[in-house]
DNA sequence: ATTCCCATGTAACTTGTTACATGATTAA
DNA sequence: TTAATCATGTAACAAGTTACATGGGAAT
């Protein structure tokens, strides 16, 4: 993508909260943060050694066992200060979605191509389960009051996470339930 | 980002139209595409010239006026084939949103963190703007009841779009107002 | 004349993905 | 003992952005 290093935030953000390893980090994006932005591994590792170099974080060695090293890094006061810049300037830019499967509907260019129901159901049943495991999500880490106000921020992507599935699944049954409808129509005209 | 090529998908898909040179292409990203993907023109240039000799897509030199050569792009039989494939094949891959607004809220601890209600303001201000926007283009490209059946990708993800911003509106306005209800519970515990 | 849009390209760089590579620890 | 997970790295490549570069056409 090559847009202004978002991945450089989302790690001082990440240590700016508790100290993390590389594989700490990694994992962070296969939970919460994974609905809003990826990285591999292979990303985070080099970028962790330039944001050293650059002096917002630092490391300490820690042993897991006998011989396993951990690189355990920590915001440094340059990094927190660069986070909270990051936190306050102004976010003005939309992202574009980069939805593949509304990429495909966009070249379907009749609405009563053969084709269209099964992509709708199948992406309907995608959607389902998504929303169904944020849910479970949902239930699991802020099903006690007083945990909102506490990770807020957490809680706010998991419920906007939600509802953006749950809208992305109406939609898909509303045009579902159109095709049918229109179908119906059209038997009735014959 | 190194996702598997659906630039290439996307100009077989315009072209699958109407014949379009590179500025014609590099200009539906300003439209509705737009909504879904972004593309600039030297990125689309280069990729013009792969696809051609890869045999997907063939052009025709046009003049407009006496001097200025236009590339008038059309697709071959074998890139309608690979369009049809990719249209038909099931699109599995629920893509991570890569907002940076969203990452931002993950890293705000506090529910009564005071930079919450700019931001929450200023985002609601973005997303209604846009909402408008594109309601606005719905009224003017789908007024007429036939068109919607006509082109109905389009109209589909007009919609989609439509509705994911009024989904997103809404939650950052009730988001608001929770924090407006917090702050009033707040000064009556005093 | 000048500005805006049409039209096409390349170069340098950053970001992101997939694959390669290695080895330790833990729990069944 | 073996499979899953922890842990860290590099290499090759693909995708995407920003900037550089050039010139014609149309309308004011």
Known sequence: MAQKNKLKYIILGLLGEHDLTG????????????????????????????????????????????????????????????????????????????????????????????MLQPMLTEQLRLHQAKLAHLQKQMTRKFSAVASKTDNYGHFLILQHAIEREQGYSDWLAQTLAQKTLRAAAARNHL
Not at 69 to 94: I, M, N, R
Not at 100 to 111: G, P, S, T
């Open 23 to 114: 594989y700490d980090i990694a994992k962070a994006f296969t939970a919460d943060i994974g609905e809003f932005w990826n990285a591999n591994h292979s990303q985070i590792y080099p970028l962790l050694k330039r944001l050293e170099t650059a002096g917002l974080i630092t490391h300490q060695l820690q042993l897991s066992g006998e011989k396993l090293e951990k690189k355990v890094y920590s915001l440094t006061a340059a990094g927190q200060a660069q986070l909270s810049d990051w936190l306050h300037e102004p976010t003005t830019e939309l992202t574009a979605s980069k939805d593949e499967f509304v990429l495909k509907l966009y070249f379907v260019q009749n609405a009563d191509d053969p």
